[in-house]
């Protein structure tokens, strides 16, 4: 069946240094692929999504690229900020009604 | 912009109360969601609607129920709240046209403590 992977958290990071968090799927078909954010106190929202092997999604200086090959669209920004500090969702879209969510990373980005 | 809404947001109640969480889109979407979350947690589907008078139950066992009688409205009702349901509820909506390329709009959730 269909699954999302993500790494464990938290991840601590010190305001400007360089953000992955790693996300492998496994799906049937050509799935979309999505990673939402969650502030404190908040719901979800979209932060990017890919839709196609090789395309890249881009919001708020976050990049992350669908690649078939390797099962995986890795969520990356160069530089985070403090206001980065957030729980990180990748999600994948198969198809019928559902989302599949990974478990959830939690960033702690320090002054 | 998301326009989902969600009431009340922070909801503490006694044991055996029966309770409803509020949930309306303007947005005409056709699905909606109920998800319960433990803050920061991972998000477990436990209701889900693919239009007026559709329901279903998710992956998730609860002893919520939900209906769907106005397009832009589902709320989730518990019919006697336990301290086993204290927890964060989210509600979502997408668009079935988008077909797999399908965004989920989030409301803010409501939290519930039952005492």
């Known amino acids: 069946g269909n699954s999302v992977t993500q790494m464990e958290g938290p991840v601590t990071l010190s305001e400007e240094a360089f953000l992955t968090i790693n996300c492998t799927y496994t799906?049937?078909?050509?799935?979309?692929l999505f990673w939402y954010v969650q502030y404190p106190g908040e719901g979800l929202q979209l932060l990017l999504k890919?839709?196609?092997?090789?395309d890249k999604g881009s919001n708020k200086g976050f990049e992350a690229t669908y690649r078939k090959e390797t099962t995986s669209f890795h969520l990356e920004k160069g530089s985070v900020q403090v206001s980065d500090s957030a729980v990180y969702f990748c999600?994948?879209?198969?198809?019928?009604?559902?989302?599949?969510f990974g478990a959830g990373t939690r960033l702690f980005v320090k002054a | 912009e998301a326009d989902i809404y969600q009431t009340p947001r922070y909801l503490v109640i006694g044991t055996g109360k029966k309770i409803t969480l509020e949930c309306s889109q303007t947005?005409?979407?056709?699905?909606m969601y109920w998800y319960q979350q433990d803050p920061g947690m991972e998000l477990h589907l436990i209701h889900y609607?693919?239009?007026?008078?559709?329901?279903e139950k998710g992956d998730l066992s609860s002893e919520s129920t939900v209906s769907r009688i106005r397009t832009e409205h589902f709320p989730l009702t518990l019919e006697s709240a336990r301290p086993s349901h204290t927890s964060q509820y989210l509600c979502?909506?997408?668009?079935?046209?988008?077909?797999?390329?399908?965004?989920?709009?989030f409301g803010p959730g409501t939290r519930l403590l039952v005492l």
């Open positions: 979502a909506s997408s668009d079935r046209n988008e077909g797999q390329r399908e965004t989920q709009y």
């Open positions: 799906a049937t078909g050509y799935p979309s």
């Open positions: 890919a839709t196609k092997a090789d």
């Open positions: 999600a994948l879209g198969a198809g019928g009604f559902k989302t599949i």
């Open positions: 947005m005409g979407h056709d699905k």
């Open positions: 609607s693919y239009g007026v008078n559709s329901t």
